[in-house]
């Protein structure tokens, strides 16, 4: 029932900026938590940004920490992620994660979540 459509995606140069979106449509009431997610072809996923949604407290990974920040709307309906100083390391298929059952105790842990976007691919090139 519930889906989620990320976007915002593209190719920029190293040190600019990004802004990715994921709406949230299917359900009556907010989730617990949302998160962004990023994968490389040969790597495994890996939690980027995190928030509680009742608290709007944060999470993030040491790598991006400083330069990417996220947001929910007020309605809770879209997730934001604004990427800041881009750099090739970011090159990924970045993901949106939600869950509507419990505020997840591993905010950065994919298993947290079951619902999930198709990806939104973001290229950085030097």
């Known amino acids: 029932q519930a889906k989620l459509v990320e976007g915002g995606g593209g190719s920029v140069q190293a040190g600019g900026s990004l802004r990715l979106s994921c709406f949230q449509t299917g359900w009556s009431i907010t989730n617990y938590g949302a998160a962004w997610f990023r994968q490389v072809p040969g790597k495994e996923r890996e939690g980027v940004a995190a928030?509680?949604?009742?608290?709007?407290?944060?999470f993030y990974d040491d790598s991006v920490k400083g330069r990417f920040t996220i947001s929910q709307d007020n309605r809770k309906t879209t997730l934001y992620l604004q990427m800041d100083d881009l750099k090739p390391e970011d090159t990924a298929m970045y993901y949106c994660?939600?869950?509507?059952?419990?505020?997840?105790?591993?905010?950065?842990?994919?298993?947290?979540?079951?619902?999930w976007g198709q990806g939104t691919q973001v290229t950085v090139s030097s």
């Open positions: 994660a939600a869950d509507w059952r419990d505020r997840p105790t591993m905010p950065l842990l994919a298993t947290e979540y079951n619902t």
């Open positions: 928030i509680w949604t009742a608290s709007g407290y944060t």
